[in-house]
Nanobody, 126 residues
Framework: QVQLLESGGGSVQAGGSLRLSCAASELPDGSDCMGWFRQPPGKGRWDVALLDISNGGTHYAEAVKDRFTISQDNAKNTVYLQMNNLKPDDTGMYYC???????????????????WGRGTQVTVSP
C-alpha cells in the first residue's frame, strides 16, 4: 500500500519560509505526478504545486507562483515544496498526492488522486 509521509509544516510569520517534504513508500507504475494540495480552514482542497517526475514538468497555482518551488529527489521517491514569502492566506493543511498523468499532464482535479498523505499544518500569522 502506498504511503505518503509529509513533514516540515509549522507556524511562521508573514514573509517567512518553510520547506515541506513528502516521502513515498513506493510509487505505483505510471504514478508520475506528485505534488501538493492545501485545505484552508473551513474550505475545500485546492492545488498548490504538481510535478511530473518523469520529465520535470511543473504546475503552480496562480496564488503561489514566484513564491513556491516544487522539486524532486527521485532516488528517495521524495518531493519538496519550498515556500517563501508566506502570507496568511497560505494557512491550511497541506497534503501530498501521487497519481497518473492525464494525457501527459498532472491534473489539478482533487478527485483524480487516489493516494494522499495525512497532511501537515502550515500556519502563517500576520
Amino acid at each position: 500500500q502506498v504511503q505518503l509521509l509529509e513533514s516540515g509544516g509549522g507556524s511562521v510569520q508573514a514573509g517567512g519560509s518553510l520547506r515541506l517534504s513528502c516521502a513515498a513508500s513506493e510509487l505505483p507504475d505510471g504514478s508520475d505526478c506528485m505534488g501538493w494540495f492545501r485545505q484552508p480552514p473551513g474550505k475545500g482542497r485546492w492545488d498548490v504545486a504538481l510535478l511530473d517526475i518523469s520529465n520535470g514538468g511543473t504546475h503552480y497555482a496562480e496564488a503561489v507562483k514566484d513564491r513556491f518551488t516544487i522539486s524532486q529527489d527521485n532516488a528517495k521517491n521524495t518531493v519538496y515544496l519550498q515556500m517563501n514569502n508566506l502570507k496568511p492566506d497560505d494557512t491550511g493543511m497541506y497534503y501530498c498526492v501521487t497519481g497518473r498523468p492525464i494525457a501527459g499532464t498532472c491534473t489539478v482535479v482533487v478527485g483524480w488522486y487516489q493516494h494522499w498523505g495525512r497532511g501537515t499544518q502550515v500556519t502563517v500569522s500576520p
